[in-house]
């Protein structure tokens, strides 16, 4: 059998979607020698080697996310006489193999239009509908996901496999010297409060500052708030909110950072927050408990899901709330201790082998039919 997996996005963004990816296809050599693996990737794609001597990669003009590449794509994948495609973006060509397979990590852009560029929400929202009815089957990363596509795009529950993404297991707790060590590195002093995520709207960072200025207010803090991440879209707003709020010394904005370092950084946080509105997965939340880190979370989506009784929920409309839950975090050491244990066990539940494992059974499934 000859399976094809789409893996352009690996060349063209960063985050979580590309982790994805590649953990996937580390898995997928692990658990299955026989298969003839046929790895999409941009013609520009300079990473390193597939993991498996049955892996061949196959270089693909057809950029991702191009408007025309529902078509452009299948004229590539055409050629390759494939059993099977499976997309992990999303969206898959509308020909070129025998039986096809999305990975749907949410409908972000269903909930909150306003928080995507123009050009995104066409390119999701015109072509989200079409994809769902086309394919043979969909995976979704939480049952808050899978929900989502039967209440909003009417897809039967059987046709939805519910498999969960897992953090890498560099994600651990660290000698407090070594995570120190790293905390230094960029002048930071262990204790900090701690975003990670992509700079967009969906990520509430506005409302997430507001409650900061509260805990400053209050003095429940005067560690600083470090935000990791890159500038994704319609981020005007986080640094206007920095100026407004008088925040400048005390939001720290770090990008670029290292995955090695990133680790340090969690290690040394004294709280991890994630107020987002929407969020598919959450994986930064799952990255942070396998460090050992406490997460405050909104209680929305896959969020809870995903923190399990090891995180807090708040309320990401209201500011007061989020500022109550990091404020319990930041001041009660039995309940760090005891948030710290627990987010080390529900961790420990999410497995990349688990992931590999689940998707080739359904791609097993899917080939016998």
């Known amino acids: 059998m000859r ?64 408007w025309l590449e529902r078509w452009a ?18 969206i898959p060509p509308a020909f070129g193999y025998r039986r096809s397979v999305i990975t749907v990590h949410d409908l972000n852009f269903l909930y909150y239009p306003q928080f995507l560029t123009a050009e995104s929400h066409r390119y999701y929202n015109q072509q989200i509908e079409w994809a769902v009815r086309r394919v043979d089957h969909i995976l979704a990363d939480s049952h808050a996901t899978k929900s989502d596509l039967t209440l909003l795009l ?4 059987e046709k939805v496999t519910v498999v969960h ?36 709207p969906r990520k509430n960072l506005p409302g997430l500052l507001q409650a900061y200025r509260l805990l400053l207010n209050e003095e429940v803090t005067t560690a600083p708030l470090v935000l990791i991440g890159g500038k994704g879209w319609l981020y005007d707003e986080v640094f206007e909110r920095v100026e407004v709020l008088r925040l400048t010394e005390h939001v720290r904005f770090l990008h670029d950072v290292s995955d090695a370092d990133l680790v340090g950084l969690y290690n040394s946080a004294g709280v991890l927050a994630m107020p987002s509105f929407y969020e598919g997965f959450g994986l930064p939340a799952l990255e942070a408990m396998a460090c050992g ?40 050491e039995p ?7 627990l987010g080390l066990a529900q961790a420990a539940r999410f497995t990349w082998e688990e992931t590999a494992r689940k998707t080739l059974a359904i791609y097993r499934r899917e080939l016998a039919r």
């Open 154 to 157: 009417g897809v039967p529950p």
């Open 165 to 200: 993404l897992a953090a890498d297991p560099a994600f651990r707790p660290l000698p407090e010297a070594e995570a120190r060590k790293v905390a230094v590195q960029y002048d930071l002093e262990p204790g900090y409060l701690l975003f990670v995520g992509t700079l967009e």
């Open 73 to 90: 794509l299948g004229i590539e994948t055409a050629r390759l006489g494939l059993d099977l495609l499976h997309s992990p973006d999303f």
């Open 3 to 66: 399976i094809g997996i789409d893996a352009r996005i690996v060349h063209y963004a960063r985050g979580g979607i590309r982790n994805y990816v590649l953990h996937l296809l580390e898995g997928l050599a692990l658990l299955d020698v026989d298969t003839d693996y046929c790895v999409l990737r941009s013609r520009k794609d300079r990473n390193p080697p597939l993991p498996g001597s049955n892996f061949h990669p196959v270089a693909c003009w057809t950029p991702a996310h191009h």
């Open 293 to 332: 880190t406490p997460v405050v979370v909104a209680e929305r989506a896959s969020l809870p899901e995903v923190a399990g009784e090891a995180g807090l929920l708040m309320n990401p409309d209201d500011p007061d709330d989020i500022a109550r839950a990091l404020a319990r975090v930041l001041t009660d």
């Open 335 to 341: 309940l760090r201790a005891r948030m710290r244990e």
